[in-house]
């Protein structure tokens, strides 16, 4: 996420899903305009989780 500016530009969002057993750095949070963790175990909920990055972003 971090050359994101160099790649597509600051104007382009960037969302993210990622598992609850992450490891979600500061620098991490601070570049994703929407992060969303995953909601069930196992991971069946990626469909849900992918609209709700939309929705976010």
Do not use: F, Q
């Not at 620098?27 to 709700?52: M, Q, S, W």
């Amino acid at each position: 996420m971090g050359a994101r500016s160099t790649l597509v530009g600051p104007k382009c969002i960037i969302g993210v899903e990622v598992d609850p057993h992450c490891h979600l750095t500061t620098k991490c949070v601070k570049l994703a305009d929407a992060i969303v963790l995953y909601n069930e175990y196992p991971l069946t909920d990626g469909r849900a989780r992918r609209e709700l990055v939309r929705h976010c972003a």
